[in-house]
């Protein structure tokens, strides 16, 4: 596999190239080759830098955007259809070595294929060169994908957004119950209902009421979405 020309459009030259050519490799082609490992172990790897990557570099480069605004930007950045756009751009779907059934299904063309490979890419290069390495590469890549900071998603918490579509559906507000508490001290998990003026009850439970109150709020609006 000559990967130069790849090596050159991700940032990094590798200095144990085998990494680079297992996270080209979808486990339909490991199970018909012998000898081969799959990308699926690094793809696990590499998730995990590009999110600590994307998340670190979003809270140095807007400092006064709020929690809620990171979490979208960043959720926005990493997603399986942004991930798959900049594979293709990388020309990843060249180099990703696919079982023959696979190739014949247009494997080579899916969009959580190409996410998957360009995630184990990262990972490889995690391994090869440390996270400065990783990090080098991704904020490289990622450099012109940044929104402006004028352009910025609203930051709107699932309580507030839960208040707008109640207000706007049924003319009334939920209401949050703390329903009870378990586990030491130490260690509390809060239940919290929030009840929609129709009479549907939601639970969320986290590490404090306000968490727990923000995850029923996420639920009821996933139950209101999909209605």
Known sequence: MDSAELQISIHHRFGQVKFLETALTHSSFANEQDGFDDNERLEFLGDAVLELCISEEGFRRFPSAAEGQLTRIRSQLVKERSLAAIARSLKLDRYIRLGRGEELQGGRERD???????????????????????????????????PLETMLPEAKDYKSRLQEVAQERFRDRPIYVLAGTSGPEHE????????????????????????????????????????
């Not at 509390?188 to 727990?212: H, Y």
């Open 188 to 227: 509390k998990i809060f239940k919290v209902d929030v009840t929609l003026p129709e009479g549907e009850v939601f639970r969320g439970t986290s590490t404090s009421v306000k968490r727990a109150e923000q995850e029923s709020a996420k639920i009821a609006l996933d139950y209101l979405c999909d209605e």
């Open 112 to 146: 959580a294929l190409l996410a998957d490979a360009f995630e184990a890419v990262m990972g490889a290069v995690f391994l090869d060169g440390g996270f400065e390495a990783a990090k080098g590469s991704i904020l490289a890549i990622f450099e012109d994908l940044w």
